[in-house]
């Protein structure tokens, strides 16, 4: 079925929004759509509202880039939080499946992307420059590059490390090695070469 | 990456009603919100007020039940149609997918279903007492089903003739038959042996 004509202009602007998201086709826009149609009209007003809501009240932290419902988000709020700890990272996303992970305890910088000059994403497209201010006013013990295992994560740590190294501070990445639960025999030969030569002792755990 | 805290309530809320969409899990509607973040804030107050449009102003047509931005859709008030011919169908999908195939120049009359005990919807359910009011008032010559070709659809096709048979129009189906394009060799048995039974005159077309 293609839709060539729509009996309802309100209803065609609903699916071509819909489709117009990553992923979705007119297909699935339409039947998303009929769905919100079956619904009570409280519901999809909410549901709305909820979009229109993202743009008009949501902030991007002032120190550390990350969303949030206030100027200062929360991590950057919190008192425990160790400030002398930077984490830099990609994205919200990356800060989110970081912090899911409970073990940090210092504080993110959101770089809102990587160096790939495939995609025209170059250095002054990042919030590269505030990092640097950041390290340059003191107080920074510990940068650490949290940044994907792909050439244009290795690209932009390096990247930063340039930019970063002249600075009395220390830099680390994350430890690179054998996923939880992988077999061996199927793990690339890259991360095996590097878990080897990387080995820790043995802990009993 | 599970969400279990999320750095921005707003965030949550949008997330939380994208992934109560079918067929949206959790981290897609992560992502769409996300898409959503990136672009224009015009572009976005446009695709939330598109959603709170759709109850709010969209109709449904009181003559055939599809969905309007009229009180009377466009194709109940198109004086060319011809008024005689009622096609029944299950939803405003069906009324779309025939629409394309420009072969109908009757009208419709949407059920908002189909009679299926399994999932609670009975004939109350559905728009048929003013299908019959409709057919019982006269003009009416001819009622086409154009049910889906499944139990819950011959179901409904089978009340639907006990309902309006006592009156003097022509019931008909939709031609049952191999579809366009299938191989013999891959057509179940049933719709090959409706096909035997039904065959027509040969035609060159």
Same mark, same amino acid.
């Given at each position: ?7 309802s202009k ?5 699916? &071509? ?14 039947r /998303?759509?009929?769905n919100? +149609?079956r619904?009570?009209s ?5 549901? #709305? ?9 949501i902030?991007?932290c002032?120190?550390?880039n ?5 100027e200062?988000? &929360? ?10 700890v930077?984490c830099?990272v990609?994205?919200?996303q ?5 912090? &899911? ?8 910088? *959101?770089?809102g992307g990587?160096i790939s ?10 919030? !590269?420059?505030?990092?640097e201010?950041k *390290?340059?006013?003191?107080g ?6 949290? /940044?994907s295992?792909?050439m244009?994560?290795?690209?932009t &740590? ?10 009395? !501070?220390? /830099?680390t990445?994350l430890?690179?090695? *054998?996923?939880? #639960?992988?077999?061996l025999?199927?793990?690339d030969?890259?991360? +095996?070469?590097?878990? !080897?030569n990387?080995?820790n002792p043995?802990?009993?755990?």
């Amino acid at each position: 079925m293609s839709f060539t004509e729509f009996p309802s202009k309100l209803l065609e602007n609903a699916v &071509n929004e819909f489709a117009s998201l990553p992923g979705v086709g007119r297909k699935t826009a339409f039947r /998303l759509v009929m769905n919100l +149609l079956r619904r009570d009209s409280d519901d999809v007003k909410r549901f #709305g509202e909820s979009i229109i809501k993202l743009h008009g009240e949501i902030h991007y932290c002032k120190i550390c880039n990350n969303i949030s419902d206030t100027e200062i988000c &929360n991590i950057c709020n919190d008192e425990k939080r160790e400030k002398t700890v930077i984490c830099v990272v990609e994205s919200i996303q990356d800060v989110m499946a970081i912090e &899911n992970t409970r073990q940090f305890k210092g504080i993110y910088h *959101v770089l809102g992307g990587i160096i790939s000059p495939i995609d025209g994403i170059g250095p002054s497209d990042l919030k !590269i420059d505030s990092l640097e201010e950041k *390290v340059k006013a003191g107080g920074i013990n510990e940068i650490i590059f949290a /940044l994907s295992t792909t050439m244009e994560g290795d690209t932009t &740590n390096y990247y930063l490390y340039k930019r970063l190294s002249k600075y009395t !501070i220390i /830099l680390t990445t994350l430890a690179r090695g *054998v996923a939880i #639960g992988d077999e061996l025999e199927y793990t690339d030969e890259i991360t +095996l070469g590097r878990a !080897i030569n990387n080995r820790n002792p043995y802990q009993q755990t």
